[in-house]
């Protein structure tokens, strides 16, 4: 009797241990989704995974190593790194050097609106305000 009174209790411990480990675990996704949220408005990543993401993630190519998008998206290079890609973005961006000609000529319809250009160039400015604090 004793036995099975233990073994009722021994499993109501585990499965409360259970329930608080992932009620950690969701609070803390549900941290990490605002942060991300919070870092990068969707209509900008919008444009980036409209006009940008198929080379620069890392399922892309070469192109990767200069800015990969999957790391901007999760927050992953560190601060420096960061500042620097995101003015790099910004000039190629405004000075239409990316996305390249050629790519264009193929895939006109990645090409980005002038609103597109002031909306990134907009959030990468105020964003960028942040890390010269
Ligand atoms: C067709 C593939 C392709 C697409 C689409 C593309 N890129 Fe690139 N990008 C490359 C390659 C390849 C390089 C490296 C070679 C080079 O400099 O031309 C590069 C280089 C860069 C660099 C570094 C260049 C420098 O001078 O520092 C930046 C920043 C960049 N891309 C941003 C972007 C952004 C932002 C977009 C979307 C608006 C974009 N790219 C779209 C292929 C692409």
């Not at 329930?19 to 919008?46: F, G, R, Y």
Request: hydrophobic content about 35%; glycine content about 2%; charged content about 30%.
């Amino acid at each position: 009797m004793i036995k099975i009174l233990l073994i009722v209790v021994a499993i109501g411990i585990f499965s409360c241990i259970n329930a608080t480990k992932d009620n950690a675990i969701s609070t803390k996704e549900k941290i990490n989704n605002n942060l991300q949220k919070a870092t990068i408005p969707e209509n900008v990543k919008a444009i980036f995974d409209k006009s940008c993401i198929a080379c620069h993630s890392n399922a892309g190519n070469m192109a990767k190593m200069h800015v990969n998008f999957d790391k901007i998206y999760t927050n992953s290079y560190s601060p420096k790194t960061m500042s620097k890609k995101l003015k790099n973005i910004n000039r190629v961006i405004t000075r239409d050097i990316m996305p390249s000609k050629r790519y264009l000529k193929k895939f006109p319809d990645k090409a980005l609106t002038d609103k597109d250009k002031k909306l990134v160039s907009d959030w990468i400015n105020s964003e960028l305000k942040k890390y010269n604090k």
